[in-house]
């Protein structure tokens, strides 16, 4: 499995735009569907927005139109740009990928590779 590494997170004001990055440590190939999670106590792990083998990406009704996924293949490097940020907005983001090709929709047992996770607090 790749491994990621996620940063990015941290204490945010309400309505700040911070990114989280994500680095894979080791190259892949461009079909590789990822994206991020995001979890708080208590619940379930939530998708937040994921792209496929084919480059469709989905985003969670609630961040929508709020956040945005970009990736650049060649510094095997994933962002989530984060914008108008809530207070509902405060969890742990993960990083995920697979090397399986698959189409949306994904679900978290579509990705074989998780990241540790980084804490984003709305205030």
């Known amino acids: 499995h790749v491994q990621l590494v996620e940063s990015g997170g941290g204490s945010a004001q309400a309505g700040g735009s911070p990114r989280l990055t994500c680095v894979l440590t080791?190259?892949?190939?461009?079909?590789?569907?990822m994206g991020w999670y995001r979890q708080t106590t208590g619940k379930e792990r939530e998708e937040v927005a994921v792209?496929?083998?084919?480059?469709?990406?989905t985003y969670a009704d609630s961040v929508k139109g709020r956040f945005a996924l970009s990736q650049d293949n060649a510094e095997n490097t994933l962002y989530l740009q984060m914008n108008s940020l809530k207070p509902e907005d405060t969890a742990m983001y993960y990083c995920?990928?697979?090397?399986?090709?698959?189409?949306?929709?994904?679900?978290?047992?579509?990705?074989?590779?998780w990241g540790q996770g980084t804490q984003v607090t709305v205030s």
């Open positions: 792209t496929d083998a084919d480059g469709e990406t």
């Open positions: 995920a990928a697979t090397g399986y090709y698959t189409n949306l929709p994904l679900t978290p047992s579509t990705f074989g590779s």
């Open positions: 080791e190259s892949h190939n461009v079909d590789y569907c």
